[in-house]
């Protein structure tokens, strides 16, 4: 019999669509829900305890409505404070999402690195972690940035952005000592590659993007291989904390990654 139960997605924001979309690609019959803490965005500037004690209540209140299958953390700040919170207090697979800093020295030439994520995820002992267990041997600068969040979910509510801002958000890796040998940015936000676009045109010299969502994917994959799936995936979920004005306005965007229907928690 075919299995309706979903794939939940949790992110403060809209940043998990860079995690949910290659899922997507690779398990096209999967139902969809797609839950963001808008009440508590962003979580960047939140202290640890209160995500530590807030994503674990959400997500239990989610899991509890919806009956996933499966729960993707699509969201670094949350991951590197609660995954464990949460691992401990649901009793359904959870897959994280952790810093690209491995694929990032397998590419880097000049063996310098940029981390670029919010401020609490690049200050995270896990990064260094990360860092010492996969680019020993790199020089790794971290940045974190509350202002490109803010412009990922600007840009998918359709507003223009200045590619101003995108420069000074770099500047913060490149102006740092050694930055100018950053040959690879690990994008450890997940809100950032939906403006890698923009990113990449605004560094000063040619640079190489890796985010953790392909590998999120090929997990998640992983972790369902032989379950069954409806023939049909149905009418994606988009499930907020906050319903405003803002929310509406990326409905389009939601639309295009499979998310037609919006619910209040």
């Known amino acids: 019999m075919a299995d309706a139960r979903p794939l939940l997605f949790f992110d403060s924001g809209v940043g998990g669509l ?9 398990l096209p019959q999967a139902p969809l829900v797609y839950a963001a803490d808008s009440a508590g ?5 939140r202290s640890e305890d209160e995500i530590a004690a807030r994503v674990p209540a959400l997500l239990g209140r ?6 996933p299958r499966l729960i993707v953390i699509a969201c670094n700040t949350a991951s590197t404070i609660a995954l464990a919170h949460v691992r401990a ?28 994520g919010t401020q609490a995820t690049v200050r995270q002992p896990y990064v260094d972690k990360l860092a010492a267990e996969f680019a020993a041997d790199c020089k790794v600068i971290r940045h974190g940035s509350a202002e490109l969040v803010a412009l990922a979910e600007a840009k998918l509510r359709g507003e ?3 590619p101003a801002d995108f420069t000074t958000v770099l500047d913060g890796l490149f102006s740092q000592p050694g930055g100018e040998s950053i040959d690879v940015i690990v994008n450890a936000c997940t809100h950032f590659p939906l403006v890698e676009a923009e990113l990449a045109a ?3 010299h040619p640079v190489k993007f890796v985010d953790g969502g392909p590998g999120i994917a090929r997990r ?12 049909s995936p149905g009418e994606g979920i988009a499930v907020f904390t906050r319903l405003d004005d803002s929310v509406s306005r990326l409905a389009p965007a939601l639309a295009a990654h499979g998310l037609a229907r919006i619910e209040a928690l």
């Open 41 to 45: 965005f962003p979580y960047g500037t």
């Open 202 to 204: 605004a560094a000063p």
């Open 220 to 231: 998640i994959a992983h972790l369902t291989a032989g379950q069954a799936w409806p023939d």
């Open 89 to 116: 207090a649901l009793d359904i697979p959870i897959v994280g999402t952790v810093p690209a800093i491995k694929p990032a020295a397998l590419l880097s030439k000049t063996r310098t690195i940029g981390v670029l």
């Open 160 to 162: 223009p952005l200045d």
């Open 18 to 26: 860079s995690v949910l979309a290659p899922a997507r690609v690779l």
């Open 62 to 67: 989610l899991a509890e409505r919806y009956r």
